[in-house]
């Protein structure tokens, strides 16, 4: 099979990213793949040995003329997407929606670029009769948590041979723009790192100054308003103030909308919290075995399976997550649930202390939730799935 492949990859800082290098290196097997790119070169010099890498307005210039079997096109709900947004309503392909939600990308292309009248357009193609409520509330008053309740993904979804996508919930949403649409869920996949490809957990939380008797809380990723960091920050607090000594480790780029150094300061928390900022794929990876509890909230929320929280249940590490959406798709038994809403803080508060006081209990809630990413979420079984649904697009069923 060849394959025209559209995503971005490093050093774009994106979790897709990262998704599509790991993808890559076992789609290879498949079939002949060339990468479209953007105005950068990839910083993975691996990628230049295995696949032709060329710029995707070569597209364009051609006509969509190519000797390409399918066009696979990662979609998600940031910037970095808009050529790849401009080439797959052009020339339809597989598209992989890693987010159901684009509002925010579709506002940011077209209001954002001073494109009032393609943001109406668009408000008319998906939601014609609400468009003067939802103008209202977006636009007169900039009620930003609004964009959630419309997602903005008809075009992209009618245009597509075929939809892929990493959880029944973002199924339910494409299926909801366009019933006939073919979707095929495929799980957000895991690729784990040999063990001696990384230093073992005792030495980098010796490294980072963690003691023995630390119960570490781990907040893993890039740093959002949305990820809860001010909450996780008030309930770590709370947690210290009944006697446990809890240290907390922030590891990512911290994005706009997320103060904590502020709240770090403000809370007293300056000797118990840890802030390392973007660290390189290997670091991040050896710091996912560094917490007792790893802390992975998101509200609100696009819609989209975080390879972060695939990442670090795949570790064997105790993972809490908010209770929504895709997040609410993992077992009950394979994570820990807090639901979003009034009480969230308290209920983060006590089950946090609850990890500190049951350790057992703890580790079994880990080792549960890495025998189901193992089980579930294996690479291998992406690419091929990957490989099997293009090959039904093609042959039209």
């Known amino acids: 099979m060849k394959i025209a492949y559209f995503s971005p990859l490093n050093p774009i800082k994106s979790g897709v990213s990262d998704y599509s290098e790991e993808l890559l290196e076992y789609l290879a097997g498949f079939g002949r793949i060339e990468l479209f790119i953007d105005d950068y070169r990839p910083s993975?010099?691996?990628?230049?040995?295995?696949?032709?890498?060329?710029?995707?307005?070569?597209?364009?210039?051609?006509?969509?003329?190519?000797?390409?079997?399918?066009?696979?096109?990662?979609?998600?709900?940031?910037?970095?997407?808009?050529?790849?947004?401009?080439?797959?309503?052009?020339?339809?392909?597989?598209?992989?929606?890693?987010?159901?939600?684009?509002?925010?990308?579709?506002?940011?292309?077209?209001?954002?670029?001073?494109?009032?009248?393609?943001?109406?357009?668009?408000?008319?193609?998906?939601?014609?009769?609400?468009?003067?409520?939802?103008?209202?509330?977006?636009?007169?008053?900039?009620?930003?948590?609004?964009?959630?309740?419309?997602?903005?993904?008809?075009?992209?979804?009618?245009?597509?041979?075929?939809?892929?996508?990493?959880?029944?919930?973002?199924?339910?949403?494409?299926?909801?723009?366009?019933?006939?649409?073919?979707?095929?869920?495929?799980?957000?996949?895991?690729?784990?790192?040999?063990?001696?490809?990384?230093?073992?957990?005792?030495?980098?939380?010796?490294?980072?100054g963690f003691c023995d008797g630390d119960f570490v809380i781990g907040s893993m990723g890039y740093m959002t308003a949305s990820k809860r960091i001010d909450m996780l920050l008030r309930a770590t607090a709370a947690v210290r103030d009944e006697g446990y000594n809890?240290?907390?480790?922030?590891?990512?780029?911290?994005?706009?909308?997320?103060?904590?150094?502020?709240?770090?300061?403000?809370?007293?928390?300056?000797?118990?919290?840890?802030?390392?900022?973007?660290?390189?794929?290997?670091?991040?990876?050896?710091?996912?075995n560094v917490p007792d509890v790893l802390v992975a909230l998101r509200h609100p929320s696009a819609g989209e399976t975080s390879g972060s929280v695939i990442k670090m249940m795949g570790t064997g590490r105790p993972v809490m997550v908010s209770n929504h959406y895709a997040f609410s798709e993992f077992p009950d038994d394979c994570c820990i649930k807090v639901t979003p809403g009034e009480d969230e803080e308290e209920e983060l508060k006590d089950k946090l202390i609850h990890c500190i006081e049951n350790p057992d209990q703890r580790l079994a809630v880990g080792s549960r939730g890495r025998e189901y990413i193992l089980a579930n979420h294996d690479i291998q079984n992406s690419a091929r799935s990957y490989v099997e649904f293009a090959c039904e697009l093609l042959a039209g069923h």
């Open 44 to 208: 993975s010099s691996w990628l230049y040995d295995y696949f032709k890498v060329s710029d995707y307005r070569t597209i364009f210039e051609n006509h969509g003329r190519n000797d390409h079997d399918i066009h696979i096109y990662h979609m998600g709900n940031h910037d970095h997407h808009s050529y790849i947004y401009s080439v797959c309503l052009e020339y339809p392909g597989m598209v992989v929606l890693h987010e159901p939600i684009l509002h925010h990308f579709v506002f940011s292309q077209t209001v954002g670029n001073n494109r009032l009248r393609d943001y109406l357009r668009e408000l008319d193609y998906c939601y014609k009769s609400e468009r003067s409520t939802i103008v209202k509330t977006t636009l007169e008053e900039r009620d930003e948590d609004s964009w959630y309740d419309y997602p903005l993904a008809d075009r992209i979804v009618d245009s597509s041979m075929g939809i892929i996508v990493h959880s029944e919930f973002a199924r339910a949403k494409v299926l909801e723009a366009n019933p006939l649409a073919r979707v095929r869920k495929i799980p957000h996949h895991y690729a784990p790192l040999p063990e001696n490809h990384v230093r073992s957990r005792e030495l980098v939380r010796q490294i980072l």
């Open 246 to 288: 809890a240290k907390l480790l922030l590891v990512g780029k911290t994005l706009p909308g997320c103060d904590a150094t502020r709240w770090i300061e403000e809370l007293g928390l300056d000797e118990h919290v840890l802030v390392t900022g973007f660290v390189d794929t290997r670091t991040f990876r050896e710091y996912l």
